[in-house]
């Protein structure tokens, strides 16, 4: 790992994501779930990541642990439990702007592999806080104990927690202290509509996507008014799995691109702008390939940031005539890249079995 790297820690739905063809045919299986996505966009980027979880002693769990390990993120705190299954979320290619559904019932038998609501583990606390004294985020995505212990520990020691919730499930006190812990809180319309019940005071940040829309965000140090931020186009979509956390990873890695102070200069106006739109610009770039992190399968972090970066300093909502000047290459050659992906199977699992049957894997070309 890199002693210099910026350092995230992040626990919640850590999963193994199957893309199906069909009822039994796989394209790829990868690391899933929105922690297990943030961590490992992140980690593409260069940044040091520490996933906290409790994972089956499984395929999968073992798949998510070798895949962590080739990003280069620490994979002690990754605790497998014979008690358990590994989440396991399967894929199925959608149509038109739905281009995908996901489910975690086996495609043969129905059974389900979900996240695991675990007791507080003290021991696994102490020995993360006490091995990444002071990372600069700490990200969770559901409410459970050690979440809310990890999240006060770290936000006392001045990281930047975010939180990203899919739902609110009816537990009013955990929802109630997890936003009193967050500085930035983030969440999608369609799951949830409504916060008014929660004081949001110690919220620095709130930001609600809207899909192919884009998103709103509000600072109330800043401002009472919602900021719109519209979608940035592209000439195709492939998939939009994972845009989502691609913009999350995006928004994290932006605000600490530079030396700023924290918080105070962090959540200024402008820098949450620019660090929203780079976030939005690599989503965008992600959905011209399949799979939630499918341009990572091709593509390097330098190669990745480059696309962003030029679209987020040009302030373009539609970039099909942008030039990145330092390449000479029009964003047409980025198009051109995606159109001409392949397919290759995760490595980490071929003709393995998930739950009763095994899955066969397949290399195809989609163009």
């Known amino acids: 790992m890199n002693d210099s790297a910026n350092k995230i820690v992040g626990t919640g739905l850590i999963a193994l994501d199957v893309l199906l063809r069909d009822e039994s045919t796989a394209v790829y299986s990868a690391l899933g779930g929105s922690t297990g996505n943030v961590l490992a966009i992140l980690a593409h980027l260069k940044w040091n990541g520490f996933p906290v979880a409790q994972i089956g002693a499984d395929n999968a769990g073992g798949c998510i642990r070798e895949e962590f390990k080739s990003l280069g993120s620490d994979t002690r705190f990754l605790i497998n439990s014979d008690t358990v299954g590994t989440p396991v979320i399967y894929q199925w290619p959608g149509e038109e702007e739905k281009t995908h559904r996901f489910s975690f019932a086996c495609p043969f038998c129905g059974s389900k592999k979900r996240f695991s609501d675990y007791v507080c583990n003290h021991e696994l606390v102490n020995a993360v806080t006490e091995t990444v004294t002071s990372p600069q985020v700490f990200y969770f995505d559901r409410i459970t104990p050690s979440a809310l212990e990890l999240a006060k520990v770290y936000r006392d020691r001045g990281a930047i927690i975010m939180f990203e919730p899919s739902e609110i499930r009816g537990d009013d006190e955990g929802m109630h202290n997890a936003l009193t812990l967050a500085h930035i809180l983030k969440y999608a319309d369609d799951r949830i509509s409504d916060l008014a019940k ?170």
Not at 264 to 274: D, K, P, R, T
């Open 198 to 367: 929660f004081d949001l005071s110690n919220v620095s940040v709130e930001i609600q996507t809207l899909g192919a829309k884009g998103l709103y965000f509000r600072a109330p140090s800043l401002t009472t008014d919602w900021v719109e931020l519209p979608a940035i186009k592209v000439p195709y979509i492939s998939d939009t799995a994972g845009a989502g956390d691609w913009c999350s990873a995006g928004l994290l890695y932006y605000l600490f691109s530079n030396d700023k102070a924290i918080p105070s200069s962090i959540f200024s106006h402008n820098n949450l702008c620019e660090a929203l739109r780079f976030g939005q610009a690599l989503s965008a770039l992600n959905c011209m390939y399949e799979g939630a992190r499918g341009i990572m399968r091709h593509r390097s972090a330098i190669y990745i940031t480059r696309a962003a970066k030029a679209l987020n300093k040009a302030n373009l909502f539609d970039f099909s005539a942008l030039e990145i000047k330092s390449k000479k290459t029009s964003m047409q050659h980025y198009y051109k890249a995606a159109v001409n992906q392949r397919y290759q199977p995760n490595k980490f699992m071929q003709n393995s079995n998930l739950c009763c049957e095994p899955l066969q894997f397949i290399n195809i070309n989609r163009f």
